[in-house]
């Protein structure tokens, strides 16, 4: 069975550039997670679809950050623009079910925003 | 609002020594708790969850934890750490009712050969 797909794996790109990440998670999963991980914490939730509604994006920062995932499947985190503070490593995760079910992780995506 | 506390950031054992990780959840009522384990390189994956009943959970690779209420504690222990046991591991709480999972900011483990 594939995994959750994650990329690219790593991106560097200058403050107030765009930059996008994307994810596919593994078949028959209907929710699918983004964390945001920096450096010595944990991950932290900033959006969370079950199929394609999202359901929690209370940690999303809205004023640059949006994420799409038409169909209920593929999923895309935009930023625009990147600032200096966005620089971490940015996880896809998805599950069978709801928050309660083991989440699987992709590999993430790595940032640096210079 | 449920949160995770991890006291022990880095640990570094010797083969064969035992293995406890602290960990402590915040939320007062019915909890899922999770330790994921994140080897050099690899995904973060599920080592152990606890959602009900026993409260000795057992996971892969000789892991166990046990989940003490009175205590809102879920320690990570293994009798015996092998090398390969390295990686930063990862308690996370989930709060009945509540979908979101919240991860602690995860303890280092070296184990020295």
């Given at each position: 069975e594939a995994g959750v797909v994650q990329s690219p794996r790593y991106k560097i790109i200058e403050k107030k550039q765009p930059v996008a990440f994307w994810c596919n998670p593994i078949s028959g999963h209907n929710t699918l997670y983004w964390y945001r991980q920096n450096l010595g914490q944990g991950p932290e939730l900033l959006i969370r679809y079950e199929n394609e509604e999202a359901?929690?994006?209370?940690?999303?920062?809205?004023d640059r950050f949006s994420a799409e995932r038409l169909k209920g499947v593929d999923s895309t985190l935009k930023i625009?623009?990147?600032?200096?503070?966005?620089s971490a490593v940015y996880l896809c995760a998805s599950s069978q079910?709801?928050?309660t079910d083991t989440q699987y992780f992709g590999p993430g995506t790595r940032l640096t925003v210079l | 609002a449920q949160s995770v506390s991890q006291h022990n950031h880095h640990v570094i054992l010797s083969e064969a020594a035992s293995l406890e990780l602290g960990c402590n959840y915040s939320y007062g009522g019915t909890v899922n708790l999770f330790w994921y384990v994140q080897y050099p390189g690899q995904h973060l994956q599920l080592l152990l969850k606890y959602f009900?009943?026993?409260?000795?959970v057992k996971g892969i690779k000789g892991f166990e934890a046990e989940f003490i209420k009175s205590k809102f504690s879920f320690n990570l222990r293994k009798p015996s750490v092998q090398w390969s046991d390295t990686a930063e591991y990862f308690c996370a709480v989930n709060s009945g009712g509540y979908q979101k999972v919240t991860f602690g900011t995860g303890t280092k483990l070296q184990v020295i050969p």
């Open positions: 359901v929690d994006d209370s940690q999303l920062p809205k625009q623009p990147a600032e200096l503070g966005d079910g709801t928050g | 009900s009943g026993d409260p000795l």
